[in-house]
């Protein structure tokens, strides 16, 4: 089937839209395919020691959800032309309550623009890293061809990764074979993909790596990844030959996390910060917690309280290599915490007002720090495990 073919077929069964590729029929990715997706990009960076990223079609910022957990990355900008998804996610770059007790060695800083990706902004130039995350495929041929320039001639950053949709993996999806969303304007086969890739290279001198995500069934190896992807790379160390003074973009958002390294931290600012996590830990999964016969919940006075004994605060490790018993009961009451009249068990009130002690209102500050205890633990396993958001996931 040609290119021209596919794409009269798009325009006319455009109501047919794959909008999930995790309910399909016989395929199914896990995790989610969109968070494969997400987990590649922030892995790539990661091994290139990426330090400042441009996100191009952004679109429910979900993305910053991996993209921040990268140790190297301190800036992270996202660029959508859609202001309503933007004004919609925003909340997504906010600091979780985690941040602040686990504080970057790095500085962090992410923002949100409305903005075309043919366009250059100036407060973009100078970047190391841009992804487009399932984004190409969203644009017409002349306007693919203005952000190629835009991104790889204007830009020119030293790592660029592209990801998209693998036409010949539709073939394994039921029904008749048609692209996986109304609004896509392309959808490549393979040698398509690495022919415009080997064009960008050619063009702009970079080095291109070809990979994908998603792998076929056994039985169906040939059709490849179902989505395919290429890392571009540049040995150059040039700085971006054109310079914009112009502001074109609209800044939606924009959030600055807090850093400090730990062992940086006086012991009683240490000890406050383990205190609050194992806290925020155990008042989070109190309905999941009947088989803990250490903390339990009860009704005093028609509100529901949380008792956790001190000595079971001393079983864990950040705490109990801290401080004794006898301290830890002095700091609880010297911090405000509400402890019983022989100071054994702290009392927590599990009300909407100590919730929002903790919590800052958004949906997702849970998706990876309340999942795991271990803030060691690998982030990418994490947030992919734990990813509960009601993103779109076909993009």
């Known amino acids: 089937m040609s290119k021209e073919t596919r794409a009269e077929l798009s325009e006319t069964d455009g109501s047919k839209?794959?909008?999930?590729?995790?309910?399909?029929?016989?395929?199914?990715?896990?995790?989610?395919?969109?968070?494969?997706?997400?987990?590649?990009?922030?892995?790539?960076?990661?091994?290139?020691?990426?330090?400042?990223?441009?996100?191009?079609?952004?679109?429910?910022?979900?993305?910053?959800?991996?993209?921040?957990?990268?140790?190297?990355?301190?800036?992270?900008?996202?660029?959508?032309?859609?202001?309503?998804?933007?004004?919609?996610?925003?909340?997504?770059?906010?600091?979780?309550?985690?941040?602040?007790?686990?504080?970057?060695?790095?500085?962090?800083?992410?923002?949100?623009?409305?903005?075309?990706?043919?366009?250059?902004?100036?407060?973009?130039?100078?970047c190391d890293a841009v992804s487009m995350i399932e984004f190409i495929e969203h644009l017409y041929p002349d306007i693919l061809e203005e952000v190629e320039e835009n991104v790889f001639g204007r830009l020119r950053p030293r790592l660029v990764v592209v990801t998209t949709p693998n036409y010949e993996f539709n073939s394994l999806f039921p029904g008749?074979?048609?692209?996986?969303?109304?609004?896509?304007?392309?959808?490549?086969?393979?040698?398509?993909?690495?022919?415009?890739?080997q064009g960008v290279c050619e063009k702009y001198s970079y080095s291109v790596e070809y990979t994908g995500i998603?792998?076929?069934?056994?039985?169906?190896?040939?059709?490849?990844?179902?989505?395919?992807?290429?890392?571009f790379t540049s040995s150059s160390e040039s700085k971006p030959s054109i310079e914009s003074k112009e502001c074109c973009y609209c800044l939606v958002a924009e959030s600055t996390f807090p850093y400090k390294d730990k062992d940086t931290l006086s012991a009683e600012e240490t000890l406050?910060?383990?205190?609050?996590?194992?806290?925020?830990?155990?008042?989070s999964n109190h309905r999941s917690m009947d088989s803990d016969q250490s903390c339990f919940c009860v009704q005093k006075d028609d509100k529901e309280q949380m008792e956790i004994p001190v000595d079971h605060l001393m079983t864990f490790s950040r705490i109990s290599k801290l401080v004794k018993t006898d301290d830890l009961k002095k700091f609880l009451h010297e911090n405000g915490y509400q402890l019983t009249e022989d100071q054994s068990t702290l009392i927590i009130p599990l009300e909407d007002e100590w919730e929002d002690r903790y919590h800052d209102g958004s949906e997702e500050e849970n998706e990876t720090d309340i999942c795991v205890e271990d803030s060691n633990v690998n982030f990418y396993e994490a947030a992919t495990s734990c990813a509960i958001d009601t993103e779109e996931i076909w993009d």
């Open 17 to 126: 839209k794959l909008e999930d590729e995790n309910s399909l029929g016989d395929v199914r990715f896990y995790p989610p395919l969109y968070t494969q997706r997400y987990s590649f990009a922030a892995k790539i960076l990661e091994k290139h020691d990426a330090k400042w990223v441009v996100d191009l079609g952004c679109s429910e910022c979900a993305i910053v959800r991996f993209y921040r957990e990268v140790p190297s990355v301190q800036k992270i900008q996202l660029v959508d032309i859609d202001r309503e998804a933007l004004d919609f996610n925003k909340n997504r770059i906010k600091p979780r309550p985690s941040d602040y007790i686990f504080k970057r060695a790095n500085p962090l800083s992410i923002e949100i623009y409305e903005g075309s990706a043919t366009s250059l902004d100036n407060r973009t130039i100078g």
């Open 214 to 231: 998603g792998d076929p069934p056994l039985e169906s190896q040939e059709v490849g990844f179902c989505s395919q992807a290429a890392i």
């Open 176 to 197: 008749e074979l048609r692209f996986r969303h109304y609004d896509h304007k392309f959808e490549w086969i393979r040698s398509e993909f690495q022919s415009w890739c």
């Open 272 to 283: 406050k910060s383990e205190v609050s996590y194992i806290i925020n830990l155990l008042t």
